[in-house]
């Protein structure tokens, strides 16, 4: 599967993570897109599923009421509307990449090898196992690619990544528990620069003694990089998981204040019944989804495709309704 664009592999992919999703909140869109006219009680039916779905009461009543002022007389054409709504919602992020690595245009320049990726989250995301899935997915496109070990407060989380290296044949820089970040990412990119690595992605603390501490631990990482790379990173990814819904979002809000996020991977979406979280995460943070984990395997990540998702969790149009 081809990360960095939509397949048909990856559309499937996500179809398939989206299963338990559209067997519960989501699912009724099949169920409420089945009338035929458009009534009161279908747009409460519609509200209701948003909300349910993680998508946040703003972003649900700002959908809404664009697609009520269309004014669609039958669940057909509701249908339309709302999705391009939500298909819009997740591509306005994309409009302007914030970072120097995904999203832009063929003939972009490329930044300077190597291509430097920080990527921060709570503890529990997934983020170690999604650096992991990045570098493999890197390696199969013929990069050669490094990781930092940054998590150094957590010794599982170095051990970690050292075994996902020794699986997935990706080199790891590591200094024992308790070192400095900071250290840890200036010397994976000295290395990588050295020998030649095409990206480094560098793995951070996800907690400290407390959020004052984490977000300077990781504005100094961030500092160290401009200084040896000359530039800052070329993305910072937050990795969220999807199954922490909205306490998740006011937990990643810290990190979208304190450190300049350019995208979003998420983690663990197989395993949620509310997929909605993506709807919020775009408006509330202006911030695209790059990425989503499908699985539990190392191939398990797929590039984020706004209208292969939006077409996954709306199911196929319903024929009572699109047949007439």
Same mark, same amino acid.
Do not use: M
């Given at each position: 599967m081809r990360l960095f664009g939509r397949s048909k592999e990856s559309d499937a992919a996500t179809d398939e993570a989206l299963e338990k999703t559209r067997r519960s909140f989501l699912g009724r869109f099949g169920e409420i897109f089945a009338a035929s006219d458009v009534t009161e009680e279908l747009w409460e039916s519609l509200e209701e599923v948003l909300i349910g779905a993680d998508a946040g009461v703003g972003t649900t009543m700002e959908v809404l009421d664009r697609v009520r002022e269309a004014d669609p007389k039958r669940s057909d054409?509701?249908?339309a509307l709302l999705?391009?709504?939500?298909?819009?919602?997740?591509?306005?992020?994309?409009?302007?990449?914030? @970072?120097?690595?995904?999203?832009?245009? =063929?003939?972009?320049? #490329? #930044?300077?090898?190597?291509?430097?990726?920080? $990527? $921060?989250?709570?503890? @529990? !995301?997934?983020? %170690?196992?999604g650096i992991a899935r990045l570098a493999y997915a890197y390696h199969q496109e013929g990069k050669?690619?490094?990781?930092?070990?940054?998590?150094?407060?957590?010794?599982? +989380?170095?051990?970690?990544?050292?075994?996902?290296?020794?699986?997935?044949?990706?080199?790891?820089?590591?200094?024992? %528990? @308790?070192? =400095? /970040?900071? &250290?840890?990412?200036?010397?994976?990119?000295?290395a990588a620069q050295a020998r030649g690595h095409d990206i480094v992605l560098i793995d951070t603390a996800g907690r400290l003694q407390n959020k004052k501490n984490l977000m300077d631990e990781? %504005?100094?990482?961030?500092?160290?990089?401009?200084?040896?790379?000359?530039?800052? /990173? =070329?993305?910072?990814?937050?990795?969220?998981?999807?199954? %922490?819904?909205?306490?998740?979002? !006011?937990q990643a809000r810290a990190f979208t204040e304190s450190v300049e996020v350019t995208g979003v991977m998420l983690t663990k979406l197989d395993g949620t019944a509310k997929g909605g979280?993506?709807?919020?995460? +775009?408006?509330?943070?202006?911030? #695209? $989804?790059?990425?989503? @984990?499908?699985?539990? !395997?190392?191939?398990?990540?797929?590039?984020?495709? #706004?209208? &292969?998702?939006?077409?996954?969790?709306?199911?196929?149009p319903a024929p009572a309704a699109a047949d007439r």
């Open positions: 054409e509701l249908r999705r391009q709504e939500l298909v819009g919602i997740l591509r306005e992020p994309a409009r302007e990449p914030k @970072g120097r690595l995904w999203g832009l245009p =063929d003939d972009a320049p #490329p #930044p300077p090898r190597p291509g430097i990726v920080l $990527v $921060v989250g709570v503890n @529990g !995301s997934g983020k %170690t196992t050669r690619v490094a990781c930092a070990a940054g998590d150094t407060f957590r010794a599982a +989380a170095i051990e970690q990544l050292q075994e996902w290296g020794k699986r997935l044949d990706f080199d790891v820089f590591a200094h024992k %528990t @308790g070192a =400095d /970040p900071a &250290a840890v990412a200036y010397d994976a990119i000295e990781l %504005t100094k990482v961030r500092r160290v990089i401009q200084r040896h790379a000359e530039r800052g /990173p =070329d993305e910072v990814l937050l990795v969220l998981d999807a199954t %922490t819904g909205q306490n998740g979002l !006011s979280i993506v709807f919020a995460i +775009a408006r509330e943070f202006g911030l #695209p $989804v790059r990425f989503v @984990g499908t699985g539990g !395997s190392a191939e398990a990540l797929a590039p984020f495709d #706004p209208e &292969a998702f939006v077409d996954a969790l709306l199911g196929d």
